[in-house]
């Protein structure tokens, strides 16, 4: 910008003046703009820092190389491995390492991270079904993907769900059990084998279906009697009926055993882990790397007695190992240790249940990662402790640990924590 400082002789010196305090209004205005924004900006960061740091999870899932959390109010964040759109903020951008408000609707129930790590499926207290990110093999019922949640299985009042690899399992308002998606091996248990099923399809025609659980190309289901039932692949075991071998699946649900006295079921890479209204421990399927957590690396056919302990009460998986919370509180993990994902301050494996730490406060555990060789998964976990803070630990490669970094962690650490003001002032400004 220029000026003319010489009008006359009469006013130069008055001029001259004149024009410097123009050229320092000029560049106060600009300093005043750029404080301003600076101010704005900071101030909305703090905002986003203040409600993390004191954000009460209700629930969170990360079954794959990203993760979420619900909040107390109904908000939805998430974070980690964002290439097809899976953290449902309108982008692709390739990860985002630390929590991320989704939109704006304060009505989320539950989410579930798909298997595959491309896409996410949520439920709102309405029983309304979302999905958003890579829609490969019709989830969505189509082959779109989805930047932002979308609406799926409309007119279909869910109660609860799970998701498979490229699939989705679901329970009505009617406890009837619905599957749709990929169906590899039969995993979707509606009696065909028929690869992609598009629509929401009813798994025969019983109504007492209480929970789901998706595995890897296989699913276990509980029903309000207090037994279990499985479909899919059984390469290594998982369907639990004592057989196993390349080839033998089953296209519908079948009874696991005769017992009906379990209390929660959870569906893993190969293999199982379910809990007794006794509050032992139960596992089956495939043990390459310890992750039933009986001291050997032999297969389970039919479900296993972990230990002789009575006291557990919730139960994690993340690809090759496994963990659980006791009835005290306590941590312990087992299975594949080659990334910290058994959170023992080292990448040591472990062949049995082993405490973690001397905290006696945890609440909630699950893991995620991915599907590939011994020690390549990406296996981390999350867990939630009585004060609803939020922990992580393990592979960080895609930020799914959601601690600002793509750093791995051996230890539980504080995610909240982790995420402070200054380090997100970095990221946005």
């Known amino acids: 910008m220029s000026l003319i400082i010489y009008l006359c002789s009469e006013c130069k010196n008055r001029c001259i003046i004149a024009s410097i305090w123009m050229l320092k209004s000029i560049k106060m205005l600009k300093m005043t703009r750029i404080i301003s924004i600076f101010i704005f900006r900071f101030a909305h960061l703090l905002i986003i820092a203040y409600m993390l740091n004191n954000a009460i999870l209700y629930n969170f899932s990360s079954k794959s190389s990203h993760s979420f959390g619900i909040t107390n109010d109904g908000k939805l964040y998430g974070w980690g491995s964002n290439s097809q759109g899976q953290l449902g903020l309108g982008t692709t951008t390739l990860s985002e390492p630390s929590p991320q408000l989704v939109n704006q609707d304060n009505d989320w129930k539950k989410v579930e991270t798909g298997q595959s790590s491309f896409y996410s499926v949520g439920l709102k207290n309405n029983g ?64 065909s084998t028929t690869n992609i099923i598009s629509t929401p399809t009813q798994v025969g025609s019983d109504n007492n279906w209480s929970k789901v659980s998706c595995g890897l190309f296989h699913t276990l289901a509980l029903k309000s009697n207090g037994t279990i039932w499985a479909c899919g692949y059984n390469n290594t075991g998982q369907l639990g009926n004592g057989t196993s071998g390349n080839g033998i699946f089953s296209e519908v649900f ?57 006291d557990w009460k919730s139960i994690g ?65 999350l867990a939630l402790k009585q004060n609803n803070k939020l922990y992580s630990w393990g592979d960080n490669q895609s930020g799914a640990l959601g601690n600002n970094t793509t750093n791995n962690v051996n230890v539980p650490t504080s995610i909240c924590n982790t995420v402070s003001s200054v380090e997100l002032l970095k990221r946005r400004i």
């Open 254 to 310: 079948v009874q696991v055993g005769s017992e009906n006295n379990w209390s929660d079921i959870l569906s893993c890479a190969g293999y199982n882990l379910a809990l007794k209204i006794d509050g032992t421990l139960w596992a089956w399927g495939i043990n390459n790397a310890s992750q039933i957590g009986d001291g050997t690396t032999i297969n389970k056919l039919v479900p296993t007695q972990i230990g002789t302990d009575t």
């Open 317 to 381: 998986y993340s690809g090759f190992s496994s963990a659980a919370i006791k009835m005290n509180g306590t941590l312990w993990t087992w299975g594949l240790g080659a990334q910290g994902q058994l959170g023992n301050s080292s990448t040591l494996s472990a062949s049995v249940p082993t405490q973690i730490g001397t905290d006696m406060d945890w609440k909630i555990v699950t893991g995620g990662g991915g599907y590939g060789f011994v020690g390549t998964t990406g296996d981390h976990y």
């Open 128 to 191: 309304s079904l979302w999905l958003w990110g890579g829609n490969f093999n019709k989830a969505l019922g189509n082959y779109t993907n989805h930047l932002l949640p979308v609406q799926i299985a409309t007119n279909f009042n869910c109660k609860d769900f799970s998701t498979g690899y490229w699939s989705v399992m679901a329970i009505r308002d009617d406890n009837t059990l619905w599957g749709w998606g990929d169906n590899e091996g039969g995993c979707l248990g509606v009696g």
